[in-house]
């Protein structure tokens, strides 16, 4: 499997713009994870959803971000508008159902992060 | 609601030391517990995981970590450091009846050569 695939890797916007991040979780996974990372903030969990339902997204900052997840295999996490302090790295992660007995059971696989940067 | 407390935010260790990364929880039941290490501009990599049995476990790169039920704790401990290791460690807890997991803030591990 070629793991949680984020898209774009690199992405460089101007205040006010709308930004889209987009993550493919890896495929049987139900749970997938949105996490913002910043050096004051650390590690944060925006979001998540399991069986494509959002469950919390408490963590989410403000109405200016919105994420869906219209099918099993794909999620998009949207800024609009942009702002220079959204400046971070998302990461998307996903893990299979709750109910699996395998060794993978309860384990986060990350993609490979967005870096966005806000001018 | 849960929360993971990872006390050293920046360690400094010449090669060959030993590290001990602490890692403090607070919940009351069951848990499952991880450390996930981030090597420099790569994404978040499961280092060792915890969920029943033997409460000391070994992880990749021999790194290993014990858990403690009365301490609420799940330390990081490496006999011997090397250079590429490097990189930010975090550790996580879920409860296992949620797939939420709880980060701590991270602790970012710099080894001198």
């Known amino acids: 499997d070629a793991g949680v695939i984020q898209s774009p890797r690199h992405e460089v916007t101007e205040m006010g713009q709308e930004v889209t991040l987009r993550c493919k979780p890896i495929?049987?996974?139900?749970?997938l994870f949105w996490y913002r990372q910043t050096m004051m903030r650390g590690l944060e969990l925006l979001i998540y959803f399991n069986n494509n339902v959002p469950i919390d997204d408490s963590g989410m900052p403000e109405d200016r971000f919105s994420a869906k997840m219209p099918n099993a295999s794909f999620s998009t996490l949207k800024i609009q508008p942009s702002e220079p302090r959204d400046s971070a790295v998302y990461f998307c992660a996903s893990s299979l159902p709750k109910h699996y007995t395998g060794i993978d059971k309860n384990i986060q696989y990350f993609g490979a992060g967005t870096r966005l940067s806000v001018l | 609601a849960q929360s993971v407390s990872q006390h050293n935010h920046h360690v400094i260790l010449s090669e060959a030391a030993s590290l001990e990364l602490g890692c403090n929880y607070s919940?009351?039941?069951?848990?499952?517990l991880f450390w996930y290490v981030q090597y420099p501009g790569q994404h978040l990599q499961l280092l060792l995981k915890?969920?029943?049995?033997?409460?000391l476990v070994k992880g990749i790169k021999g790194f290993e970590a014990e858990f403690i039920k009365s301490k609420f704790s799940f330390n990081l401990r490496k006999p011997s450091v090397q250079w590429s290791d490097t990189a930010e460690y975090f550790c996580?807890?879920?409860?296992?009846?949620?797939?939420?997991?709880?980060f701590g803030s991270g602790t970012k591990l710099n080894v001198k050569p």
């Open positions: 915890y969920f029943s049995g033997d409460p």
């Open positions: 996580a807890v879920n409860d296992g009846n949620f797939n939420k997991f709880y």
């Open positions: 919940y009351g039941g069951t848990v499952n």
């Open positions: 495929s049987g996974h139900n749970s």
